[in-house]
């Protein structure tokens, strides 16, 4: 069942075919702007609209190509476009090479600029590579602000911790830039996280109801990836790892039942009213993938408006099926 609130804003799903890792960001200027991996693991691109829905029409704009060598010519993963001080910035991650090495990426962490007023115009500069603690497998970064300070969130290895990638998160001196210390905040440790991989990746920030919530996604890329979510008080140390706790079950999953494989890697949003929460997500419409996962391009990108817990957590309930949206 769907609320009347919520059926005021619908989505005919997928919104962008073959976009995986989708990252909306609400500007004031009323668009909406979008970023994600693209099949092709070669580009940024971004694009804008008035609406989420529209989106999925709105002419890319290629921002940023990779080189043909070096640290970043191959694999260029889950861009993120951020507001900053006055400029945008976009997070993404690279790699030397599409080989692995004891089943790793050699990803890193790198940030671009533009301080135009309209990012799909202006000048793209790079400010490098974000580094931290290891020079280890390092991606999905996402920053937010909170009481002043900008944080960083990312996905590392760390190499003396068996897996893929746990969650970190940092204070930042620029956006480019971490200063002081990093700790881990998310290690796989239930089931549903170490399912082909043992991952904590792909984090998003929400701050409602005196909380700051992560959401992650875990597992391999498959039917098996799913969504958990970390949470803090608002008033707590968000650089104490004991500030955050993780539920012991997915939030967001696999449907059978609507059809939808694989569901994470989201981004939130609201309506353009502001009244409604949105979460933005990829999922494949099909279970069986020949190959490897990461090399299927039809992750697609979908929308869906999200409520609340009496306790005030969020409620992403499940990934809605293909097609019209419908109130019931």
Not at 245 to 273: L, M, R
């Amino acid at each position: 069942m769907i609320s009347k609130q919520a059926a005021a804003q619908l989505f005919t799903n997928p919104v962008i075919p073959q976009r995986a890792d989708p990252w909306v960001y609400k500007h004031t200027d009323g668009y909406y702007y979008f970023t994600a991996s693209v099949p092709e693991y070669d580009r940024l691109e971004v694009r804008r609209a008035k609406t989420i829905q529209e989106l999925g029409s709105a002419e890319p704009v290629v921002v940023w190509r990779k080189y043909e060598t070096g640290p970043m010519s191959a694999n260029i993963w889950a861009p993120e476009i951020h507001f900053i001080g006055g400029k945008w910035y976009i997070y993404f991650a690279a790699a030397r090479t599409s080989e692995t090495v004891d089943g790793l990426f050699d990803h890193r962490m790198f940030v671009i600029e533009n301080d135009s007023a309209n990012p799909l115009e202006g000048n793209w500069t790079e400010k490098g590579q974000i580094k931290a603690n290891w020079e280890s497998f390092a991606l999905d970064a996402t920053s937010f602000e909170h009481k002043g300070v900008q944080y960083l969130v990312w996905a590392q290895k760390d190499p003396a911790i068996k897996g893929n990638s746990n969650l970190y998160i940092a204070a930042m001196s620029n956006p480019w830039t971490i200063s002081g210390k990093q700790v881990m905040i998310a290690t796989p440790e239930y089931d549903w996280e170490k399912i082909g991989f043992l991952v904590n990746e792909g984090a998003a920030v929400l701050k409602r109801n005196g909380k700051i919530f992560i959401s992650f996604s875990a597992s391999a890329t498959d039917y098996n990836y799913c969504m958990g979510l970390l949470s803090a008080a608002d008033t707590s140390d968000l650089l104490d790892p004991a500030s955050w706790s993780k539920t012991a079950e997915p939030v967001f999953q696999t449907s059978e039942v609507t059809g939808q494989y694989g569901p994470g890697h989201n981004s939130f949003t609201v309506s353009p009213d502001g009244k409604q929460d949105i979460i933005v997500y990829h999922a494949r419409n099909y279970k069986e993938i020949v190959g490897d996962p990461l090399y299927d391009p039809n992750r697609h990108t979908r929308a869906q408006v999200f409520g609340w817990n009496e306790d005030g957590t969020p409620n992403f309930g499940i990934p809605v099926a293909d097609g019209a949206g419908v109130a019931e």
